[in-house]
Antibody
């Protein structure tokens, strides 16, 4: 069974950096892109970026390019997301999701991790 | 960026009746070289992550009941629930994965009338 297990809830002060993790199991980590998506309260999902775990190559949304870093550790089948210079607007649930392959291109997202709540508050 | 516009924002349907959700993209998500529409539909219930229902605009994900169907091509798409069940109460999102940033519609809240 494919599972994506995310790290626990975070509370951060404005200006800080949050680092989240997503450990996958049940499939070959390097075979599929790993995406990060967030969802602010009462809002729709918003895509942040992806990593190709085999090559380490990334694609970021231009909106987050300057303060987002996504990495993958193939020794532990874990992807990481760092988001810096946090503001209250970054308060959201952050999800990881698998979808698409470097060989076949982009695809829809599924399965998803359970989500990590991040609150940014002074 | 490709803008995804869903309608309606909310929908109340009687049990057993049909629910129809529309999604329009600001540019075509049909990739001519493989004739595939890079469009997915998701269902999200409170406290849960989105769940993939439909990909390539009309291909049902494994395990998804056949009362869910997707149609459309290019810029105009539809998700149909042929006979609404109580467990279908949720918010539904369309998403384009044609070009990053991969964008989602604003969501349609489906309730029981």
């Amino acid at each position: 069974e494919v599972q994506l297990l995310q790290s626990g809830a975070e509370v951060k002060k404005p200006g800080a950096t949050v680092k989240l993790s997503c450990r996958v199991s049940g499939y070959i980590f390097t075979d599929h892109y790993l995406h990060w998506v967030r969802q602010a309260p009462e809002k729709g999902p918003e895509w942040l970026g992806l990593v190709d775990p085999e090559e380490g190559a990334t694609i970021y949304s231009e909106k987050f390019q300057a303060r987002l870093t996504i990495t993958a550790d193939t020794s532990t089948d874990t992807a990481y997301m760092d988001l810096s210079s946090l503001t209250s607007e970054d308060t959201a649930i952050y999800f990881c999701a698998t979808g698409g392959t470097p060989g076949d291109g982009f695809n829809a997202f599924g399965p998803w991790g359970q989500g990590t709540p991040v609150m940014v508050s002074s | 960026d490709i803008v995804m516009t869903q309608s309606p924002d909310s929908l109340a349907v009687s049990l057993g009746e049909r629910a129809t959700i529309n999604c329009k993209s600001s540019q075509s998500v049909l990739y001519n070289s493989n004739n595939k529409n890079y469009l997915g539909w998701y269902q999200q219930k409170p406290g849960q992550p989105p769940k993939l229902l439909i990909y390539w605009a009309s291909t049902r994900e494994s395990g998804v009941p056949d009362r869910f169907s997707g149609s459309g091509s290019g810029t105009d798409f539809t998700l149909t629930i042929s006979s609404l069940q109580a467990e279908d109460v949720a918010v539904y999102y369309c998403q384009q994965y044609y070009n990053p940033p991969f964008t989602f519609g604003g969501g349609t809240n489906v309730e029981i009338k």
